[in-house]
């Protein structure tokens, strides 16, 4: 056993350990802030790639909590070493032990989900275990993948497209201080679009679809969803018209093909599913984001939408416990909340005010800011930080 106290170290916004302890008890709270639901017998078989942080375990948790799936969670973490194992890990040991005690048949496999390799496991273990898969939920996040045919590895970019990008962005100095300043982003050159379209768009999602289907692993009316965001027009040129966006709009037309092959191949769909904004370890790399989302807080309070409550909706519409409502592009949306007139006029009012001696009365700072830490599991109400901490936390066994 491996027992020591662990202090939070940052550069910016990024941490150099995480607490096992609090992030074994952010996902009890997330677990807990799920509304159950009575289910008999077996659940469906469900795969979550991406299982280990952000959207991707709101969907895990809430898929275990609410729809009572079983299954297979894949992601991509860092075992305990000489530093902590990342937060993903622990993360993922929590939640294992919760569907254990609540009966769910969960195992988590931990790799490259771009590979064929991992593609190979996933399916092995489905027909070994499971038999055929009900729902695929892609919640993918990368600095970049290796294409598993040619053995290229292509890089995403965060960039503007056509022009550079000027914004007001969000900082803290090492004493918490807050700083708002304006940084400037260079536009997409040469490759980089096509670079960032092959990490984040549909690619490998359409990747998994093929490689289950081919393996006769997919049910009748099986589906799948991948998760994906919009956001606001103070963000669209680094986020929605940028690279990234390029990105996302290739994984809405591989959803719209996949969506046409799986009605005629099993009477299935597929589709995307737009989240409201939430502080997540990828949303905190891009400019600007920071700031809107601590000024969406400071606009909508208790009113903002956690990512648990969203993906426990959407599971409801997955499952049929309520009607799915998809829009005119077919994507189910989970961001009315956020993109609503009244909020995004209140948002850019704040935004278009915001300066260094301003921002602590425009943005909820003490809730930006403590979030960013609860993604390492620090600033977890009820954990004794003082206290050491078991830091060799095994991976959970899949024969458990």
């Given at each position: 056993?491996?027992?020591?106290?662990?202090?939070?170290?940052?550069r910016g916004?990024l941490?150099?350990d995480?607490?096992?302890?609090g992030?074994?008890?952010?996902?009890?709270?997330?677990?807990?802030?799920?509304?159950?639901?009575?289910?008999?017998?077996d659940?469906?078989v469900?795969?979550?790639?991406g299982?280990?942080?952000?959207?991707?375990l709101a969907?895990?948790?809430?898929?275990?909590?609410?729809a009572?799936?079983?299954?297979i969670?894949?992601c991509?973490?860092?075992?305990p070493?000489?530093?902590?194992?990342?937060?993903?890990?622990?993360?993922?040991a929590?939640?294992?032990e919760?569907?254990?005690?609540?009966?769910?048949?969960?195992v988590?496999?931990?790799?490259d989900a771009?590979?064929?390799?991992?593609?190979?496991?996933v399916?092995?273990?489905?027909?070994?275990?499971?038999?055929?898969?009900?729902?695929?939920?892609y919640?993918?996040?990368?600095?970049?993948?290796?294409d598993?045919?040619t053995?290229?590895?292509?890089?995403?970019v965060?960039k503007?497209?056509?022009?550079?990008?000027?914004?007001?962005?969000l900082?803290?100095?090492?004493t918490?201080i807050?700083?708002?300043?304006?940084v400037?982003t260079?536009?997409?050159?040469g490759d980089d679009?096509?670079?960032?379209?092959a990490?984040?768009?549909g690619?490998?999602?359409e990747?998994?679809i093929?490689?289950?289907?081919?393996?006769?692993?997919?049910?009748?009316?099986?589906t799948?969803?991948?998760?994906?965001?919009i956001g606001?027009?103070?963000?669209?040129?680094i986020y929605r018209?940028g690279?990234i966006?390029?990105?996302?709009?290739h994984?809405?037309?591989t959803?719209?093909t996949?969506n046409?092959?799986?009605g005629?191949?099993?009477?299935?769909?597929?589709?995307t599913?737009?989240?409201?904004?939430?502080?997540?370890?990828?949303?905190?790399?891009i400019?600007?984001?920071?700031?809107?989302v601590?000024?969406?807080?400071g606009v909508?309070?208790?009113g903002?939408?956690?990512?648990?409550?969203?993906?426990?909706?959407?599971?409801?519409?997955?499952?049929?416990?309520?009607p799915?409502?998809l829009?005119?592009?077919?994507r189910v949306?989970?961001?009315?909340?956020?993109?609503?007139?009244?909020?995004?006029?209140a948002?850019?009012?704040?935004?278009?005010?915001?300066?260094?001696?301003?921002?602590?009365?425009?943005?909820?700072?003490d809730?930006?800011?403590?979030?960013?830490?609860r993604?390492?599991?620090?600033a977890?109400?009820?954990?004794?930080?003082?206290a050491p901490?078991?830091?060799?936390?095994p991976?959970?066994d899949?024969?458990a």
């Open positions: 056993m491996s027992e020591r106290v662990i202090a939070p170290k940052n916004f941490f150099l995480s607490h096992p302890v992030c074994r008890q952010l996902v009890a709270d997330m677990w807990q802030a799920v509304p159950a639901v009575q289910s008999g017998g659940g469906p469900a795969l979550v790639i299982s280990s942080a952000g959207y991707g969907a895990t948790i809430a898929g275990l909590a609410r009572g799936i079983r299954g969670g894949v991509f973490e860092k075992a070493g000489r530093r902590t194992g990342t937060a993903g890990w622990y993360r993922t929590a939640t294992a919760l569907a254990r005690k609540h009966g769910r048949d969960m988590f496999l931990n790799g771009f590979s064929d390799a991992m593609k190979d496991q399916a092995d273990l489905l027909k070994q275990r499971y038999g055929r898969l009900d729902y695929l939920i919640s993918v996040a990368a600095p970049r993948r290796t598993p045919d053995g290229v590895t292509y890089s995403s965060l503007p497209i056509g022009e550079p990008y000027r914004t007001k962005t900082a803290f100095d090492n918490g807050p700083e708002v300043t304006e400037e260079a536009p997409a050159a679009i096509e670079q960032t379209t990490v984040m768009g690619t490998d999602w990747r998994w093929d490689h289950l289907a081919g393996r006769d692993l997919l049910a009748d009316g099986f799948t969803a991948a998760l994906s965001y606001s027009p103070l963000t669209a040129g018209q690279t966006g390029a990105a996302k709009a994984l809405e037309s959803a719209r996949l046409e092959r799986l005629k191949l099993v009477g299935g769909r597929a589709l599913s737009v989240n409201g904004a939430a502080v997540t370890q990828s949303s905190t790399a400019p600007g984001i920071a700031l809107y601590g000024l969406l807080r909508l309070g208790e903002m939408v956690p990512p648990i409550d969203q993906l426990a909706d959407l599971w409801d519409q997955l499952t049929g416990t309520r799915l409502s829009d005119d592009d077919g949306r989970l961001d009315t909340w956020e993109l609503a007139p009244s909020v995004q006029e948002v850019a009012d704040r935004w278009t005010n915001a300066t260094t001696s301003s921002i602590g009365d425009l943005a909820d700072l809730w930006f800011h403590a979030e960013v830490q993604l390492y599991g620090f977890v109400p009820g954990i004794d930080y003082t901490a078991d830091t060799d936390i991976w959970p899949p024969a």
